[in-house]
């Protein structure tokens, strides 16, 4: 009798199907060992689907020995876009082929560079990371644009993606089916480094909390929802709050009324707290301080500090509600809550938005997001895309080249610039697109050099 090859499998949700196993069993968050005799294993293959049968997922077999117990792996292939075409979204026109590794597009100015980023974001999360009005990109004149990608999973798995958007509507579709946005996120994930994200290091408490959220997100979708039912208890809150500001109800009425919000405010907050809390370990444990030499560190900032004992954050945030209830009616606005929390992000001991340079701040800025795509990889197995837009205007050669450096061969990256000479130690490993009026062309004596 030939010797079974154990293959080693982890994973999240998922099904598990072949030819040799007769039943369908879900999987999750474990790790399963399967025996395959040597003798068929090439007319194997193994697909993990989600629930609805929908292939997502291919394996690459890596094998140690045969043995008669545990002793392989399989390795999840690296997700990657591998096309994208845009219609009548701003000023783009027709399709580009994106190489696996890094990709530089590069070009004039107001040719179309950051547009195509812009794509390829909306592409993965149906949003801009430009305007939350996804109608101004729509080309002037024209009454809808659409972005369309092809999406790989080694060389086995590929989904068709599409972004439509109308004047009031957006619409998204996996393989020509239309899907809904929940659905429709988990395809693609992007993280992405622009000139507005600095805010981030260098502006207000909401875009750092928006930053932790979106992580939290990536790990977790269903956190997503947590999100919008706070947003919706809170708008209901202030607006009974108002009303009371404007003596259309007496404080002991006003009161009463606003005890189950009260009781349900307390419950998402408390679930926002450890998502939060959680998500910003996990990310200052992956900061990669080797990369730019900094000290860089990160802690959440809760507005209950000092009030009482974080740990039991749920009973914490009630009695500060109770407490507060008066000055809330007598402001007219919701003061207690993760709302008002903030990220410190400290260059050494000092407080990297008051303190640091540009250069820190960017720099900062990078660290994270490169954290960021640890911390998805750590929980995925696999890379999000990262998109860098006018990288040049944000930071030195030596840290384009010490950044490309440690991407490469690392995660599908999307470079803007209009410095191509800035890459040209990359000339053998990068794929390059010249942008002129919309249009990309990738550089043929450049890919035929690549070969």
């Known amino acids: 009798m030939k010797p079974a090859i154990c293959f080693k499998l982890s994973f999240r949700t998922a099904f598990l199907s072949n030819p040799e196993i007769n039943n369908l069993r879900p999987v999750t968050l474990q790790t399963l060992f399967v025996p395959i005799s040597s003798s068929s294993l090439l007319n194997i293959r193994f697909v993990i689907t989600s629930a609805g049968g929908n292939a997502w997922c291919s394996f690459c077999f890596c094998r140690t020995h045969e043995s008669a117990t545990p002793a392989g792996y399989v390795r999840i292939s690296n997700m990657f876009l591998r096309s994208i075409r845009a219609n009548d979204f701003r000023n783009l026109e027709g399709d580009i082929q994106w190489g696996k590794g890094i990709n530089v597009i590069h070009g004039n100015n107001g040719q179309g560079k950051t547009n195509w980023l812009e794509a390829i974001h909306l592409l993965a999360h149906a949003k801009s990371f430009r305007t939350r009005q996804l109608h101004e990109a729509i080309a002037f004149g024209k009454p809808a644009a659409s972005v369309q990608g092809q999406v790989c999973q080694g060389n086995d798995i590929e989904r068709d993606l599409q972004v439509d958007i109308k004047a009031n509507s957006r619409l998204t579709f996996i393989n020509n089916k239309r899907e809904p946005l929940a659905y429709y996120a988990a395809q693609l994930h992007a993280v992405w480094f622009t000139a507005n994200e600095l805010e981030v290091v260098r502006g207000g408490p909401e875009a750092r909390r928006s930053f932790i959220d979106?992580?939290?997100?990536?790990?977790?979708?269903?956190?997503?929802?947590?999100?919008?039912?706070?947003?919706?208890?809170?708008?209901?809150?202030?607006?009974?709050?108002?009303?009371?500001?404007?003596?259309?109800?007496?404080?002991?009425?006003?009161?009463?009324?606003?005890?189950?919000?009260?009781?349900?405010?307390?419950?998402?907050?408390?679930?926002?707290?450890?998502?939060?809390?959680?998500?910003?370990?996990?990310?200052?444990?992956?900061?990669?301080?080797?990369?730019?030499?900094?000290?860089?560190?990160?802690?959440?900032?809760?507005?209950?500090?000092?009030?009482?004992?974080?740990?039991?954050?749920?009973?914490?945030?009630?009695?500060?509600?109770?407490?507060?209830?008066?000055?809330?009616?007598?402001?007219?606005?919701?003061?207690?809550?993760?709302?008002?929390?903030?990220?410190?992000?400290?260059?050494?001991?000092?407080?990297?938005?008051?303190?640091?340079?540009?250069?820190?701040?960017?720099?900062?800025?990078?660290?994270?997001?490169?954290?960021?795509?640890?911390?998805?990889?750590?929980?995925?197995?696999?890379?999000?895309?990262?998109l860098i837009d006018d990288v040049d205007a944000e930071l030195d050669g030596i840290r384009i080249e010490r950044l490309l450096e440690y991407l490469d061969g690392r995660t599908q990256t999307f470079v803007t610039t209009s410095k191509k000479n800035h890459f040209e130690r990359f000339n053998q490993r990068a794929h390059f697109y010249e942008v002129s009026a919309g249009q990309a062309r990738e550089d043929a004596a450049l890919r035929a050099a690549i070969g």
């Not at 405010?265 to 996990?282: D, F, G, K, P, W």
């Not at 400290?346 to 800025?365: E, H, I, P, T, V």
């Open 214 to 386: 979106r992580g939290a997100i990536s790990l977790h979708p269903s956190y997503a929802q947590t999100l919008s039912s706070y947003s919706k208890v809170i708008k209901q809150k202030k607006r009974l709050l108002q009303q009371a500001g404007e003596g259309r109800l007496k404080f002991e009425e006003v009161a009463e009324l606003l005890e189950p919000w009260n009781e349900q405010l307390a419950a998402l907050s408390a679930q926002i707290h450890r998502s939060r809390t959680s998500y910003v370990e996990l990310l200052n444990d992956a900061l990669e301080h080797g990369l730019f030499g900094d000290t860089l560190s990160i802690r959440y900032v809760s507005s209950l500090e000092g009030k009482g004992d974080l740990n039991d954050y749920e009973d914490l945030i009630a009695q500060r509600l109770q407490l507060r209830k008066q000055a809330e009616v007598f402001a007219g606005a919701c003061l207690i809550g993760p709302h008002r929390d903030d990220l410190g992000v400290l260059f050494g001991d000092r407080n990297l938005r008051s303190f640091g340079s540009s250069g820190q701040q960017r720099s900062a800025l990078i660290t994270l997001d490169l954290a960021a795509i640890s911390v998805y990889h750590s929980q995925h197995q696999d890379y999000p895309i990262f």
